[in-house]
Structures are given as C-alpha cells and as structure tokens.
C-alpha cells in the first residue's frame, strides 16, 4: 500500500471529483439470489438506490454500492450472469484519470474485473485491476457504500408517516457495521468488510490506494453481510462459489432435462430451466418458486401454482413442495384486514417491517380470488402425473376444506366472486391486479362482487379433478356431487358469459350480474381447462390468433380495439408469457397444434432478444420486419411463470401426457418448434421408472419413441 496525498482522501475532494456525467450504457439490471436474499445492481454491478439494492427478507440492507477509479466511475466493457446464475461478471475499464504521482493514465490501460455471488444472507465480491500500461501506477479506487433499511413496499412507492432509527456506523479497521432499529423493535444490520484496510474509511466510503505494476493485477474482497465475520480472502470468496455452484447444480439436476438439434434454442431451454431453480427456495415443505426478482422475491399462491403445473410434466418434485406450503398455510379463520376466511388458500406472504407492523396486510395475505380453485386444480393435476396417492392422502383435508370454501363463497351468486373486505387490501384479486383491469366496454370501473370468467374455468377443473380423485377414494356420493357441481358450472358459465355477438366470453360479470362485454385472454384460459364446447372454442381460437389479440411475438392481454387498450399498460395490453402459454396450452388441448407451434417461434424470438431471459412482460406493439420487442420498464427479470413458459409451450406442442394412474406416456399429434429436427428428453420419471423420449422430425411428421428405459418397462402410446 502506497502513501497518497491527504487532498486526495479528502471526502468532498474525491465526491467532487466523481463524474456523475460519464456516459452510461442503456440501464439494465442482473439479479442474484439465494434464499430470501437478492441482489440487484447495473450492468457496472453498481447499486444506485433506485429500484436495485442488495434485500435480506424484504428489507433493502444496501441501497448504494458503487465503484470509481481514480476519482471518477469507469466504462462498460461488458457484463454477464453465468450459465447457472450464481455468479454475476462485469468488465470494466478506466475513463482518463490521474495516477497518485499526478501522471495522466489515458482511457483504456486499466482493466478492472467485479465478481459477485450470494450464498447464505451474504454478498461476495472480488475485484481485480489489471495494469495494461507500460508503467507502474498508483489507482484511487474507491467503493461508496449506504444502507436505507427501506421495506421492499417503501421500495415500490409506499410512504410512511414515520421511520425507525438509523444508529451512527461503527467503524473498525476493515469494516463498517450500518445499523437500523425498526418500530417494530428489530435491529437490522449491514456490515461490509475488505480483504485490506483501506486508507481512509469513513460511514459512507471506503478509500484503497492501490499499486499496480506495469502487467501486474491486485485484488480486492469485499463481503456484505448481518455481521462482521473472518477478514474477506480468496479462500473464503472460492469455497462460497463453490457451495452456490454445487447447491444450484443440485436444483437443476431435479427433473428431466431437454436437448435439440438447435444450439441457440438449446440456450433459452438452458437459461429458462436456470431462473426457474434460482427462484425455487427450499423451505422446510420442500422446494417453492418464488414469483420474482425484484418486487415479488417471496412466496405467491398464484404464482407458485402455475410455475409448478408449467413444469409438473418435467419436475413433479416442484408442485409437491409447493402444494405442501400452501396447505400449512392455508387460513383458519375469518380475517378482512387479510382477506382469510377458513378454507382459503394464500396470495401472497412477506417479512418486512411494515407487515410485521400491520401497516399492510401482506406478512400472510389472502385475497387471490383464483388461488384456491389452482391450488385444487395443481393438487389434482399432481395426482394424475404421479399417482401417488399417499400425498393426496396427507392432503385430502386441505383439498376438502378448499372446495368448501369454493362452494360457500359461490352461494349467493353460483359464481366464486371477489370483493375486497378492507380498503387496505387488493381492489383486483385475479392475476390482473391492477386497478383498472376490469371494466366494462365503454371504461366504467364496475361494482363488486366480481366474477372473473376465467376464475369460473378455474374452479370447473377443480370440481372436475375433486370428482375422479374421490371415485378412486371410494367416496362416490362426494364425487357425484363435485361432478354435478362442475357441470352446473359449465352451464351457468356458457349460459351468463358468452357474447353472441362477439362469439367471445366476457371478461367478468359486475356485481349486478351484468357482462364486462370486453375481449381479454382470460377466455383462453377457459380452453386451457377445456370448459367451452368445439364450436366455440374455435371461434375464441381464432380470435386469440387474429392481429388484435396475436402481437407477432405473443398474445396481449386486451384485443386492441378495446376502450383501455394500451401497449404500454401492465394490464390491458401488454404480453405476458405465461398468459400466452396457457392459452396455447388451451389451444392444444382442442388440437390446435399448429398455431401453437407459431406462438412459441415468437416466445423463443422475444426471448432471443431479451438475452434468453423472458421478463414478467414486455409491450404488446405489432411485430415489424427487423425491429425488436419492446421492454416494459419495470418488469420483474428474471420471473418465475416467464420462465416456466418455455416448457408449457414445450409440452404443448410435443402433445405429451404422463398418465401416473396407468404408468403410460401419451403423445397426441406430436409437432417439434421450428428449426427443431431433433428433440431429446432425457431421464423423464414415469412412477419408479425413468425414460429417455426422443422425437424427431421425419418429413413433414414427427415420430416419438424410447430408448431403453433406465429403470423399469413403461409404455408409449402415439396417436397421430
């Protein structure tokens, strides 16, 4: 370590000196995660207190993390994730700056390296500047450092009238400990500590003159985390890439795997199946997806369920853990603040200081509308995948309580409505949350209680599945009713939400009973479940495939000619890849198999250009020659259900069931996506036997068949 001038440690010296003017690339993030902690920072692994930060249980415990060399912030070379989304790389270089003797370094001669990964509430980080000039230099490099302690609500916009105490930073050699107490009495700290004792240290920034001789490097750790522990080094930094690397590996090795002829395609199978094994947290019921990084990194009902049935056919290991976690949740008693009531399943939970205050009602929350019909749908859907009865034993209570709460929910109307019971909680339950996402044609915002169309698809299949799943228990008289009660469904709902003269479903009845007369794709969701008759299941077809719903890259939420219609919107015409691939499940189940192959050429093309990563969503613009998707700004990247996509799709186009009752695979008119001419997948659970299936494309036909069984003798059925 080399001594510098004081005027160039001074503080206001070197923050002046920062060039906050620098040109900066296009703002993209990258998110790390291991159990409930992430981290989000730019492209430079700069944190800026923005919507990034570093978050340990819903709290931001660093809202600032950024890196300057010699007094002024450094250029993008590049940046990337690895493959398995443990370790987050960024290349930089120097701006022209001035060495500690004064000497002009000009732009380009250093080379300066940020490594960061998570494992275990704690953020590593090692940083390497590589001297490229033809003399020895003495860098500035400074690392500026804060902690807002903020709730993730705060985060998206929430404002409080009142805070906690930010306590003064305790400083010691090589660390500085942040602290907060919240109103809630809970102390949260961050502690950040280097592998060298910079040469000036203060609450804010940490200093480090450091020599570089000519072709040489030096390195610098840093560690974020609840409390000081052993001086940052090499040795601690490989051991938590090795630990993240192996517990990932291990994540990714639940299931079967897919491999094609196609190298690219071959990389969105590859990154999907990456975000979906960094979300899944291992919770004491076993493995769950947690929806999304950043607002929605913690356990959602919703989200859960369809992120497991998206991969049921490849992982059934996913929706046993997370059927397990929302049956031990599942509310008790009658709550409005939280919207439970006995039976029902939960929306969403958090573990913030505002939840634990009751300033919101989300530590456990209830109002999902469609969440609890899922959870039964997921349950049975795990039951014919799998067969194991044993854990639709364990949770046969949960279900019974469900479907019960289902039935006395939907008395008063025949339908399972929604209608918030306090002003604190979501005025939208279905999965378009937002407030202006149902309406009625000419834009009035109707009055509850609400009956979403596709909540009533979603509680048909639940009755349906309820129905077969008791015939097996022996328990006739119940199933009989549950069968009755999905029929009359059926009925009521082609009887009160088609629209003749739209030869469409209404988005929802008012609470009048009166129809939102307005085209969403929530109706393809009623396909997905197969609901509507042939006839009218082709007229929805067609009108999901036409240009106003069908964007060139996926299907908008709204046709474009509604009142609300709006590209840009989170709701009401966006594209949301999990919407887009339930409907093309939908479309497959009444044989529609082509126009589903088309849907994923334009999923896989989106993906290609969002760097093999689907977002939560992106704009619904029509497709134009040579131009690209267009991002919505603040979507959730990387997010669970847009992950799954790509397999839903998958499976959909293949036409493949596993039947667990029978121990069989069924392909039904199989299709590989475009460009495919060869797809394999391999070590696919089949009850105790597990397969590798390969379908390859012969002429203008697909042909499915097996190679010898790894474990056991399971039957192919092929029906073209």
């Not at 340990?56 to 989304?85: K, M, P, Y």
């Not at 040795?235 to 795997?257: C, S, Y």
């Not at 989200?303 to 290991?317: F, K, R």
Request: some cysteine; aromatic content about 10%; glycine content about 8%.
């Amino acid at each position: 370590m080399t001594q510098l001038d004081e005027r160039k440690l001074d503080p206001a010296i070197a923050l002046a000196s920062l060039d906050e003017t620098a040109p900066r690339e296009p703002h993209r993030l990258f998110a790390l995660k291991h159990g409930d902690c992430f981290a989000v920072a730019d492209a430079y692994g700069d944190i800026r207190g923005v919507g990034d930060g570093f978050f340990r249980d819903d709290t931001r415990v660093l809202s600032e993390f950024r890196l300057t060399v010699g007094g002024r912030s450094t250029s993008l070379l590049g940046a990337s994730l690895s493959q398995d989304n443990v370790l987050f790389t960024t290349n930089l270089t120097n701006l022209p700056i001035e060495s500690a003797a004064g000497r002009q370094i000009p732009q380009g001669a250093m080379h300066i390296e940020r490594v960061r990964l998570l494992w275990e509430e704690r953020l590593y980080e090692r940083i390497t500047l590589s001297n490229y000039s033809r003399e020895h230099s003495t860098i500035l490099l400074s690392l500026r450092f804060a902690a807002d302690f903020r709730d993730m609500f705060e985060v998206r916009g929430s404002t409080r009238s009142k805070r906690g105490t930010a306590h003064k930073a305790e400083i010691t050699g090589n660390a500085v400990v942040l602290r907060y107490e919240g109103l809630d009495k809970v102390v949260r700290t961050s502690a950040i500590s280097f592998s060298q004792t910079p040469d000036q240290l203060t609450s804010e920034r940490a200093d480090f003159v450091i020599a570089v001789t000519k072709r040489s490097s030096q390195t610098l750790y840093v560690e974020v985390g609840n409390a000081t522990d052993d001086r940052p080094e090499s040795r601690r930094f490989r051991a938590a890439a090795a630990r993240a690397r192996f517990g990932m590996r291990a994540k990714r090795r639940h299931g079967a795997t897919l491999h094609s002829s196609g190298r690219v395609f071959n990389d969105w199978m590859e990154r999907a199946r990456a975000d979906v094994a960094l979300l899944t947290t291992e919770l004491a019921t076993g493995p769950y997806p947690y929806a999304g990084i950043p607002w929605f990194s913690t356990a959602f009902g919703r989200d859960g369920v369809i992120s497991a049935l998206q991969m049921l056919w490849l992982n059934p290991g996913l929706a046993r853990g997370v059927l397990a976690f929302l049956a031990q949740h599942q509310a008790t008693e009658t709550s409005p603040f939280s919207d439970s009531e006995p039976g029902k399943i939960m929306h969403e939970t958090r573990k913030g200081e505002m939840v634990a205050l009751s300033e919101l009602p989300f530590g456990r929350y209830y109002g999902g509308v469609d969440t609890t019909p899922l959870y039964i749908h997921l349950a049975c859907a795990y039951a014919d995948r799998t067969g194991d009865t044993a854990f639709i034993d364990t949770l046969w209570p949960s279900l019974c309580a469900a479907a019960e709460w289902i039935e006395t929910a939907s008395r008063s109307t025949g339908f399972l409505t929604y209608q918030r019971a306090a002003e604190s909680g979501l005025a939208n339950q279905g999965w378009k949350d937002s407030f202006d996402s149902v309406f009625h044609a000419d834009g009035r915002i109707p009055k509850g209680p609400i009956a979403l169309v596709e909540v009533q698809g979603y509680v048909f299949a639940a009755f349906q599945g309820l129905a077969k799943l008791a015939r097996l228990r022996g328990e006739a008289e119940r199933a009989e009713s549950w069968e009755i009660r999905a029929d009359t469904i059926r009925q009521e709902v082609e009887r009160h939400f088609w629209m003749e003269d739209l030869g469409y479903y209404a988005l929802a009845l008012d609470g009048d009973g009166q129809p939102c007369k307005v085209r969403t794709s929530n109706a393809g969701h009623l396909l997905y479940v197969g609901l509507p008759g042939p006839d009218r299941a082709r007229m929805v077809a067609d009108q999901l495939l036409s240009a106003s719903f069908h964007s060139g890259w996926g299907l908008r939420t709204l046709a474009d000619d509604a009142i609300f219609f709006n590209p840009m919107s989170y709701h009401n015409g966006s594209i949301w890849p999990h919407d887009t691939a339930i409907c093309a499940a939908g479309l497959a189940r009444y044989g529609i198999r082509d126009s589903v192959v088309r849907l994923m050429s334009g999923t896989f093309e989106s993906a290609v250009h969002f760097n093999m990563r689907l977002p939560e969503l992106f704009c619904g613009f029509t497709r134009a020659a040579g131009e690209a998707p267009i991002a919505y700004p603040v979507a959730c990247l990387p997010q669970a259900w847009s992950a799954g996509s790509a397999f839903m799709l998958m499976q959909s186009c293949l036409g493949l069931q596993i039947d667990g009752w029978t121990g069989e695979i069924h392909v039904t008119r199989p299709r590989l996506p475009i460009g495919i001419d060869n797809l394999v997948i391999r070590h696919l659970s089949v009850g105790q036997a597990a397969v590798d299936l390969t379908f390859q494309r012969v002429g203008d036909r697909v042909g499915a068949f097996l190679a010898e069984p790894h474990e056991g003798l399971v039957p192919l059925v092929v029906r073209s």
